[in-house]
């Protein structure tokens, strides 16, 4: 029998919150909310069932990197070797060339945090609703996002990532 190495390496970036407020604020929640008005809208034209979307969980928590740095430590299997946060501004990623540009910059941005959004959820939603429906919930959750992009809207929504490099004990 083959002897198991111990050591390994291992570097992650998930989504996170900057500190130890509330977790509860933020682009992560923004995001959520339109996916469940997505739904909603669903149910009123007779798409989905009320009862699938009121027994639907999507099990999402944002840490602080203090919270990260706690969880590793305590169950002690790795050596955190770098924890470092970065925030990324929807306006950073799609910037508008200019103030007509209101057209171009809402169509990508859009689609950039569906994007975003339809990573982290497809395979919950998927398994809750069927794939038949994934198109149409996206294509609703843009057509939301959209105006929501604009002058008045959330140009400068950012969110922080974490990013951590690990070494096995």
Known sequence: ???????????????????DASPSR?????????????????VSQGKIEEEKVDSFNMPLYV??????????LNEGSFIINRLETFEV???KAFPR???DDDD?????GSKNTVNFMRAISESLVVSHFGKEIIEELHKR?????????????????????????????
Not at 64 to 69: D, Y
């Open 1 to 19: 029998m083959k002897k198991l190495q111990k050591e390994g390496r291992m570097v992650l970036t998930f989504c996170g919150r900057a500190d």
């Open 26 to 42: 933020g682009m992560h929640c923004f995001m959520w909310g339109l996916l469940a008005e997505a739904l909603r809208d669903m």
């Open 63 to 72: 840490p602080s990197p203090s919270e990260v740095r706690s969880v590793i």
């Open 89 to 91: 501004t929807s306006g």
């Open 97 to 99: 060339k200019d103030e």
């Open 104 to 108: 171009d910059y809402m169509i990508t």
């Open 141 to 169: 959750c843009r057509e939301i996002i959209a105006p929501r992009l604009s002058r008045e809207g959330s140009r400068k929504t950012k969110h922080l990532s974490i990013v951590i490099s690990m070494t096995r004990r």
